[in-house]
């Protein structure tokens, strides 16, 4: 036996190949990763790459032309005024929008993680995966029906008496608009609906870890409920806070059709790029936009890696 053993990889050349895997098992995987990483490498970093770098070429506004002419002034007029106010409009809707998602996902995390089990586990997966199997596009448009003057949400509030604070709300600054569909309140609404399910999942999949030791170790010494949640669950569901908000905010960030079609009229991160290269035929202005949301991702993923987010996913 021992012999068979010790001549099988010198026998057939498929023996031989297979001894030379057992050897060497990076190998094996190397040739495994070869094909993704290739089409990940040429096709989606290459392109990546090449929009970028068309970044600092140059466009004439009179022939509508773009030139490979070396500038900075693209980079440059990012920090106009015009397109500053934007990325940071489309920067704090991202934040925004993440800890609205990250405060109202805990509690539905909560209750699926630690109250749920079998078929009604199931059920609440479903029902929080549901609206993520709708078309974007049809979400988007619906919540500008609901949101509409004389729409359900107007409606509801009228009914609840609220009707007045909401037409105070609407005349805040940086909210303003006639109704909740042309008013920044209603965009913030439309991206926590969209994006909420991506948040609740890590949440809930880090709570699931949580051993109920740790609990019943925090009430035997004494500990408030409250004292509980901040010194014992909330440590531990970090992570899963911080993967939620790497959908949350990059997706916020890079979004163009709710900016586009609920809310007051201004620009997003994504209406530029989209306008700039569409619209315009300016590819150079709109690879510069496309750099911002690129840098802001780069460094919250830097942040949140020391929030053990990567580990949650």
Known sequence: MEMSLSRSPQGKPGSRLSGLFWRKPALGLFLLLLGPLMWFGIVYLGSLLTLLWQGFYTFDDFTMSVTPDFTLANLQALFNPANYDIILRTFTMAVAVTLASAILAFPMAWYMAKYTSGKWKAFFYIAVMLPMWA???????????????????????GHLGLEPILGAVLTLPGIGGNTLSTSGLGRFLVFVYIWLPFMILPIQAALERLPPSLLQASADLGAHPRQTFRYVVLPLAIPGVAAGSIFTFSLTLGDFIVPQLVGPPGFFIGNMVYSQQGAIGNMPMAAAFTLVPILLIALYLAFVKRLGAFDAL
């Open 135 to 157: 078309s974007y596009i049809v979400k988007a448009y619906a919540w500008t029906l609901l949101l509409a003057k004389d729409g359900v949400a107007q409606w509801f509030l």
